[in-house]
């Protein structure tokens, strides 16, 4: 029983005495004719052990009720004292409001990342997405980690992945993808179905142990399946037969001031309806465009200068770091 649980039921149990003796009184003590207000006057100061003096002469069986109360009533008390004692050690209260606090951020969230899994993977994947200044919202089932999201700053849902009403205390409804990274891949399989199932449009991305499970997440709904195994794998042979081509992809990330990022032409962006060679990004910002996905699918590889630029286009840019951002500014 937790001593929320017992603070509660002793604060009840508090609160039927003072009716029960009250009630008892006025019955046992009619012949002294005694009011409503005298017999609870005469509960409280005999809980409490006052001793401010009795409102009448009690009779025998008045004083035998009285003992009754007295032993009851005092315990009652000594039980909530001790369990508003332990509430206020083990820090639940604290936990309470932290988590109330939690409750009202993700309310306040729109087009956020929802993380499945902070383990190793999943507490590497945060920090990168924190860096980039990604919205988040971390679904940990295991309580022990609470100090640890509370550290990192992040908003988080204590509670199991794979449960509906989890899913949606995170803000499914309101998300932009959801990250399925718990260790089992059985786990991630349900989790990828359950959030497809809710969120059809959400843009779901899972993690697979096993090569063989890949498939698996595609059909339950995910967008994309990450193999630790395949990319290490892939990793180490890039490494090997292309290792410039891997240090330029990882200067971003040593502290150069280079990096490969993706913009999207909206309606209002300046690009929508010019030709890269109009466009002039390569003068403007840097940036060389080293890809064009069209907005019907179709990706264009080392683009010609008189490729058009429509909305829905993303341009896969290699330049400064933030040069994203940089494109909207351009008149």
Known sequence: MSPRFRLILAILTLVAVLIIGTTGYMIIEQ????????????????????GYGEVWDPSPAGRVWTIGVIVIGITTVFVAFTSLISLFISGELRSVRERKRMESKIKD?????????????????????????????????DPKKENTLQGMGVPYV?????NDEVLQAAGLMRARSLVAVLPHDANNVYITLT????????????????PATEAKLLRAGA?????????????????LTRPNVVDLVEMSNKGVD????????????????????DSALRERTGASVVAIKQADGQTLFNPDPDASLSVGDTLVLVGPAGVSNQIDEIR
């Open 109 to 141: 969230l729109r087009r956020h990342t929802i993380l499945c899994g902070c383990g190793r993977m999943g507490s590497l994947a945060a920090q990168e997405m924190m860096r980039r200044n990604v919205p988040l919202v971390i679904v940990e089932s």
């Open 223 to 239: 967008a994309r399946v990450i193999c630790p195994q395949i990319m290490g794998a892939q990793r180490i042979a890039n490494i």
């Open 31 to 50: 012949d002294r004719h005694p009011s409503f207000l005298d017999a609870a006057y005469m509960t409280v100061i005999t809980v409490s052990g006052v």
């Open 258 to 277: 280079l990096e490969i990022d993706e913009y999207i032409v909206s309606p209002a962006s300046p690009l929508a309806g010019t030709t890269l060679r």
């Open 195 to 210: 959030a497809y199932t809710l969120r059809p449009d959400l843009h779901i991305i899972a993690r697979a142990e096993q």
């Open 158 to 162: 204590i509670g199991d992945a794979t």
